[in-house]
């Protein structure tokens, strides 16, 4: 998961940045590099592997100066090694750049850029951003402008940090969409950058969060903030308490807010090291298999609880339509005395975050103990559901704090979209335009992710609107009916409503009957192959006065004639829409929650860890 360390100021900036990339060391990395302006030269370090090896290179090539910027890169496009290290420098030698995000129209930019002379020395994504900035630093003859003329030219979220000899006294660093945040440092004659807080905190408590499509002129006296469209910005100066707790929540009222905000990051990293764009591929490495194995493999048993079980039936459409291998879902307090039907070609994948849920690993136990293989998805790194897997897909989210799980159900989401397209390759089952285009699509979803985040004010007038409900009903077809049970779920244990996820077909088969004004009806009617259908529901819900409010496609006309209550989502192919549709549900469960004043991250009755039977 890449982080951003810079400073300018009057002390040697380089342990500076190797002490704060040290914080952000937790969220896991590949490689890691410093950039330093020494002497008017712009001197790079960097290398694959941990921070030690970088410290080591440091030690034996040392590097001084008074600015410099820092970063610790989570491979997405590219080999992990020290060519593909930030930070990128440009032809000239003169610019520097670290990045976090997707370029997903780095490839047409390459192009691009070659035709134009263009030399690139890595395959990176992130390398496009320095030569266009050299290019129209060349035009605009100044740092600012030529970083917001790049910034126009890239599709996609990210925090971006720039550095120039050309402008030796500041750094420019710049947000757009969610790709993690930028934070600004103030100190006294000195300031710092950073993707994190706990990379600076030791430095300062006074900061200023950049929000999406805004950039920062840092120098070592002074902080200047715009927008992308060149207007100045007034920027609130925030003081971060000491409290550790306080301080690791930011910007954000709860842990929640802040992981709901964490997606658009966790699905980059979710993507990174796994998926090849270039060649259309996706790799699980953690799985050791080859295509014997997996052809070998004639059911998969998806085990889980709450949450991670919905995720493990969007897996199960998922693997079925992708790999064509046969999937069950199977609660895990009920499989574990189930007598399940498990042989040698069985596999049991159990999902989850916390790894220790004991009903998940009776489950994975009693799978073993019939003879299949056994697979986890999970996030708490060193977890027993880790350890005992005979190969475990870890989710790239970092610590989930908020005991409702966000961040750590849509990652298993695209994880379960991974293996699909991982096992239908090894299987033969995908021919190469399909995997193609199957990879392709995954590009846009950490931005689309950020576009559903930017669109909280809408979810907080819905939630002002429905807060004071007794009931809710959540329907969904096909693909987001797990997203119905979903948002339910999340709603009822937040915010102690009562809300039901529902098959929408069912409806009919009793639900029906409770439907009026003080049960509205929560419709997940995005542009899948269930559109249809679902649109009949809404109309069958209204004609019994109910109040719908529907989560629809951007562009959707029908939808307008029925409800004025809408979620508006980005269009999104519709194998990955429940990553796009369960966003801004968790975020209408958060507001609500939160405007009746409920202890958000801690619920009553409720344990991030599910420990007992
Ligand atoms: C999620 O919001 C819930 N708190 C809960 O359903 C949770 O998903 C379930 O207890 C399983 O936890 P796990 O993923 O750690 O196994």
């Not at 200047?224 to 003081?239: C, S, W, Y």
């Not at 079980?309 to 199960?316: N, R």
Request: a negative charge.
């Amino acid at each position: 998961m890449c982080g951003i360390v810079g400073y300018i100021g009057d002390r040697d900036a380089t342990p500076i940045i190797l002490g704060g990339l040290k914080r952000l060391e937790y969220r896991g990395y590949d490689s890691a590099g410093v950039a330093v302006l020494d002497d008017g030269q712009i001197e790079i370090r960097r290398d694959a592997g941990k921070l030690s090896h970088l410290e080591s290179l440091v030690n034996d090539m040392p590097v001084h100066g008074k600015i410099g910027i820092g970063h610790t890169r989570w491979a997405t496009h590219g080999e992990p090694n020290a060519r593909n290290a930030h930070p990128h420098i440009g032809s000239t030698g003169e610019f520097v750049v670290v990045h976090n995000g997707i370029v997903e129209n780095y490839l047409a930019l390459r192009e691009e850029l070659e035709a134009e002379g263009t030399e690139f020395k890595s395959d990176t994504d992130t390398e496009t951003i320095v030569h266009l900035v050299e290019k129209f630093f060349a035009i605009e003859g100044n740092l600012l402008d030529a970083v917001r003329r790049t910034l126009q030219h890239l599709k996609g979220a990210h925090g971006i940090v720039v550095m120039s000899s050309r402008e030796p006294d500041k750094i420019v660093a710049a947000r757009v969409g969610n790709a993690g945040g930028v934070v600004i440092g103030l100190g006294e004659n000195e300031n710092y950058v950073a993707s994190d807080l706990p990379a600076i905190l030791e430095h300062t408590r006074k900061v200023v969060f950049l929000e999406s499509h805004q950039i920062a002129v840092v120098t070592k006296k002074n902080v200047k903030v715009i927008d992308t469209d060149g207007k100045p910005i007034n920027t609130q100066v925030q003081r971060i308490a000491w409290d550790p707790v306080a301080a690791e929540k930011g910007e954000y009222r709860h842990f929640m807010q802040k992981e709901i905000h964490e997606q658009v990051r966790s699905l980059t990293d979710t993507l990174a090291g796994r998926v090849d764009f270039d060649a259309g591929r996706v790799t699980l490495h953690e799985l050791n298999l080859d295509a014997a194995k997996a052809k070998k493999i004639q059911k998969i048993i998806i085990t889980a609880c709450g949450t991670a079980a919905h995720a493990g039936m969007v897996g199960k459409i998922l693997i079925e339509r992708i790999a064509r291998v046969p999937v069950e879902v199977a609660i895990a307090s009920e499989f574990r005395y189930a007598d399940p039907l498990v042989d040698e070609n069985t596999v049991i994948l159990a999902i989850s975050q916390s790894g220790e849920t004991a009903d998940t690993l009776a489950a994975m136990e009693e799978g073993r103990s019939k003879g299949g293989i056994l697979w986890s998805n999970v996030n708490a790194i060193g977890s027993q559901a880790m350890r005992i897997a005979d190969g475990c897909i870890s989710m790239q989210v970092g610590p989930e704090i908020g005991v409702a799980s966000t961040k750590a159900f849509t990652a298993p989401l695209v994880d379960m979209y991974l293996l699909a397209v991982y096992l239908g390759d090894l299987r033969g089952t995908l021919d190469p335009d399909q995997r193609f285009k199957l990879v392709n699509d995954l590009m846009g979803i950490p931005s689309l992710a950020g576009v559903c985040l930017d669109r909280e004010d809408e979810i907080v007038a819905l939630a002002r609107k429905f807060m004071n409900m007794d009931h809710m009903l959540y329907l969904g077809r096909g693909i987001n009916m797990p997203i119905a049970y979903e948002g339910a779920l999340k709603l009822k244990e937040i915010s102690y409503i009562h809300a039901e996820g529902y098959p929408a077909g069912e409806m009919k088969h009793g639900p029906i009957a409770l439907i009026d004004r003080s049960m509205p009806v929560v419709a997940l009617a995005p542009k899948d192959p269930w559109y249809d259908k679902m649109i009949s529901q809404i109309e069958q819900a209204l004609a019994r006065g109910g109040e719908v409010i529907a989560v629809a496609t951007d562009g959707d006309e029908r939808i307008p004639d029925l409800t004025d209550n809408i979620i508006w989502v980005p269009e999104v192919p519709w194998l990955l829409s429940p990553v796009i549709t369960s966003i801004p549900l968790q975020l209408f469960a958060y507001h609500i929650a939160s405007l009746l004043g409920l202890d958000v991250d801690q619920p009553r009755n409720l344990a991030k860890s599910v420990t007992v039977e």
